[in-house]
């Protein structure tokens, strides 16, 4: 009830989506019905994963720039360092300027197989940015650690330095323990991280994906959402959405009475779950 209560009281929301660029005419009408319908609520922005090779690149420009001028969201772009050269990141980044994008979610991006240093990581690229234009810089944060760091307080230190390099919002790897996320902002903030830690939320459709998603990420997946799953892999679509939702739905209670003003959702190209929690989170359509 208390929470109920306290979600009635909310106000000054945001959301942000993410979505990728589709790889068949199928997965494209996906993607367009998801904008279509998710767009009318007004997130303060749209994001477009970017994978590692140039095809992909083309892709996500594409997808950036159609969502842009079709919806008037602004659009971000994700960005990767790992696998071009500075200048070719400057030219991309001022490419993107030019076309009127102001926000990029930069990344390092993972590595390629059987590498393990790399010259450039996201700090490095976020100063790249800033030094082409002002752009708004989201950066990633890993409340359960990122795999490869040393430890919790070096991961940090890595945050802190994206956000002095210019970042000005971090978005989080998804997770379940709402506690896990609570403890993260309170270190960053207690380490002096001036950025806004943003709960990336993935709606859970799928428990195998999830499950594949949660191992190469660290993302530890709790017993009780195990058991939740248990037997449905193979039952209606539409009973594993209900589930999802309702689990994400407690997660964005709690969070937003803990004073979460922004959510970024995962949402891997579906709307159906994002659109509803948005609803619960007071969001509704405009104009
Ligand atoms: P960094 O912040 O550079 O950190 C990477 C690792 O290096 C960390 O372990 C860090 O502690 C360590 N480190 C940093 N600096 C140093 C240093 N100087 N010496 C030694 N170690 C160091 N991937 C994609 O390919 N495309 C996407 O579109 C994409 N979008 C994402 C969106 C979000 C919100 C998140 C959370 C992740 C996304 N990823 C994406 C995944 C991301 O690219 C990987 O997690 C990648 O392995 C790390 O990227 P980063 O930007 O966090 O790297």
């Known amino acids: 009830d208390a929470l109920n209560q306290s979600l009635s009281e909310l106000r000054d929301i945001d959301v942000s989506f993410e979505f990728f660029p589709p790889k068949t005419p199928e997965m494209e009408n996906t993607l367009w019905k998801s904008v279509e319908r998710l767009a009318p609520l007004n997130p303060s922005y749209m994001s477009v994963t970017y994978g590692a090779n140039s095809g992909e690149r083309d892709r996500t420009h594409a997808v950036v720039k159609k969502i842009h001028t079709e919806t008037g969201?602004?659009?971000?772009?994700?960005?990767?360092?790992?696998?071009?050269?500075?200048?070719?990141?400057?030219?991309?980044?001022?490419?993107?300027?030019?076309?009127?994008?102001?926000?990029?979610?930069?990344?390092?991006?993972?590595?390629?197989?059987?590498t393990e240093k790399t010259d450039m990581y996201a700090s490095d690229l976020v100063s790249l940015l800033k030094e082409v234009a002002d752009f708004d810089i989201s950066v990633a944060a890993y409340p359960e650690k990122h795999p490869e760091a040393r430890n919790d307080q070096f991961d940090l230190l890595n945050l802190k330095r994206k956000a002095e390099a210019g970042a000005n919002e971090a978005i989080t790897q998804f997770f379940f323990?709402?506690?896990?996320?609570?403890?993260?902002?309170?270190?960053?903030?207690?380490?002096?991280?001036?950025?806004?830690?943003?709960?990336?939320?993935?709606?859970?459709?799928?428990?195998?994906?999830?499950q594949r998603f949660a191992g190469f990420t660290n993302v530890h997946v709790p017993g009780w959402l195990h058991k939740m799953y248990e037997g449905l892999d193979k039952d209606d679509q539409a009973t594993r959405n209900l589930l999802g939702a309702n689990i994400a739905m407690d997660m964005v209670k709690v969070l937003a009475k803990e004073g979460v003003k922004h959510f970024h959702f995962y949402t891997l190209n579906r709307s159906e779950l994002s659109f509803a929690i948005c609803h619960m989170l007071g969001l509704?359509?405009?104009g």
């Open 73 to 114: 969201i602004p659009t971000a772009p994700h960005l990767t360092c790992v696998d071009a050269s500075k200048d070719e990141l400057k030219q991309i980044a001022q490419d993107y300027w030019d076309s009127g994008i102001r926000r990029i979610v930069a990344l390092r991006g993972d590595l390629p197989e059987g």
């Open 177 to 210: 323990d709402t506690s896990v996320f609570l403890r993260f902002r309170d270190r960053a903030a207690a380490a002096g991280i001036d950025l806004d830690i943003v709960p990336g939320i993935l709606p859970v459709t799928n428990y195998q994906t999830l």
């Open 284 to 286: 509704r359509r405009q």
